[in-house]
């Protein structure tokens, strides 16, 4: 009901929006470029796309994602019918049995889930999402009501939303093609900004599902990563930005093919028809790519409809406005836009993120905001849409509050570490 409520106040907000805009400021062609407005348009004020062809955006992504979906699931199926995944639960279940108690021991969603959490963690997006989505239908099997998320669908989806991830390889080569002094300087800033904003999750869902997060089990593993990534990050630091880069491809893209060495190679073991399972997993992929269709295309148009309509602008002057008014530094201001659309839009925030280096300069205070504030939050409508929409849940509970609350948390962290680091 929270989404449905949300959804309908997007719409609403921004065609009333829209409409004091044609009749009081004689802005006549904003409804037209709002419905069929193309973003490389030279015509288009809003150099944005309208309804019509984020409908065409949403559908491609969907196509896209059918390739991807069927690959990575087809090797879930393999490591399924291995006994892969089980094992991987098996190891994780001491840690995720206290922060998912309704989940049984030794039960495949853990698996799933840690692949997921992998895979996000190296930056692996096109990995995460069928991951994710399998996680999900694993949780789907646990729950009694089917049309609710379960608290563990929720926890899962909270700290997936997080989007913890080690090296922001897209954001640091964005920084590296406009010719930033020093592309990697917001490397440590969006390791700590996405750290607390998963830990913020945690400790939100954690408080609303009374778990106790201080056992000694969930403490020595929160700190163990927390001890790995401080390691890791050090070594980072002695690299230079191509070192970075070359790290970065050779870890995450390496592990993806462990990963598929290793599974075929248990597979062979096990004496399992190899080719067989990866098809018939394969299979399921397509189809919860076309399921999720319907429900992109609904929550990619409701942020079209709010962005076209220039409500996002006015939100920008009220802050900007209010803490003139305060006395307080407005700097961080210019950089807001990129944190108010990365919640609805991870392409619209990128590109938010990039106008406003090209804008204010790559080294500017507010480029470089915007770059820590794109690592540190996730899009949390757009994976609500996906990954519920995939399993048909109609009621997501508190899942929205969460994930926002963890957003804002995010935000704030970031723009804190970006006066800390960045003056």
């Not at 729950?143 to 609710?148: C, P, Y």
């Not at 080690?166 to 093609?177: H, K, M």
């Not at 994930?403 to 970006?418: C, S």
Request: proline share 3%.
């Amino acid at each position: 009901m929270a989404l449905s409520r949300i959804w309908s106040a997007f719409i609403i907000v921004a065609i009333i929006v829209a409409g004091i805009k044609c009749f009081f400021f004689g802005q006549s062609d904003i409804f037209n470029w709002m419905v069929v407005g193309k973003a490389d348009d030279a015509a288009n004020p809003l150099k944005m796309d309208g309804v019509i062809e984020t409908c065409w955006t949403a559908v491609n992504i969907c196509l896209k994602l059918i390739g991807i979906m069927a690959l990575f699931m087809g090797f879930m199926s393999i490591a399924e019918q291995a006994g892969g995944i089980r094992l991987l639960s098996r190891i994780i279940s001491p840690f995720f049995s206290k922060l998912f108690p309704e989940i049984p021991k030794g039960h495949p969603a853990t698996g799933h889930m840690v692949m997921n959490f992998s895979a996000n963690l190296l930056g692996l997006d096109n990995a995460a999402t069928p991951f994710g989505l399998k996680a999900m239908e694993s949780l789907q099997e646990l729950n009694s009501d089917k049309s609710t998320a379960s608290n563990a669908q929720i926890m899962f989806l909270c700290l997936h939303a997080s989007g913890l991830t080690l090296i922001p390889v897209s954001i640091i080569a964005v920084r590296a093609s406009l010719n930033a002094a020093n592309p990697t300087d917001i490397f440590i800033p969006c390791m700590i900004g996405t750290f607390i904003t998963t830990m913020a999750a945690m400790l939100i869902v954690s408080y609303k599902q009374k778990i106790r997060v201080f056992q000694p089990v969930i403490l020595a593993w929160v700190l163990g990563i927390s001890g790995i990534i401080t390691l890791l990050v050090l070594y980072l630091r002695t690299l230079t930005a191509d070192g970075l880069q070359s790290f970065s491809g050779i870890l995450s893209n390496g592990i993806i093919l462990l990963i598929f060495f290793l599974i075929v190679l248990g597979a062979l073991y096990k004496r399992i028809n190899v080719f067989e399972a990866f098809v018939e997993g394969a299979k399921g992929g397509f189809e919860t790519s076309v399921k999720i269709i319907p429900y992109l295309v609904g929550m990619l148009i409701a942020i079209s409809l709010l962005r076209t309509s220039g409500t996002f602008d006015i939100i920008i002057s009220g802050f900007k406005y209010v803490f003139t008014a305060l006395g307080s530094d407005t700097r961080f201001i210019d950089g807001i836009p990129t944190a108010l659309i990365k919640p609805l839009s991870g392409s619209g925030a990128r590109g938010m993120m990039i106008d406003t280096m090209t804008t204010h300069g790559v080294d500017s205070f507010a480029g470089r905001l915007s770059a820590t504030l794109q690592g540190s939050t996730d899009t949390t409508f757009y994976i609500i849409a996906v990954y519920y929409g995939a399993i048909n849940i109609r009621n997501t509970r508190y899942s929205v509050g969460a994930m926002l609350l963890a957003d804002l948390v995010g935000i704030i962290a970031g723009i804190l570490l970006a006066y800390f680091f960045f003056g």
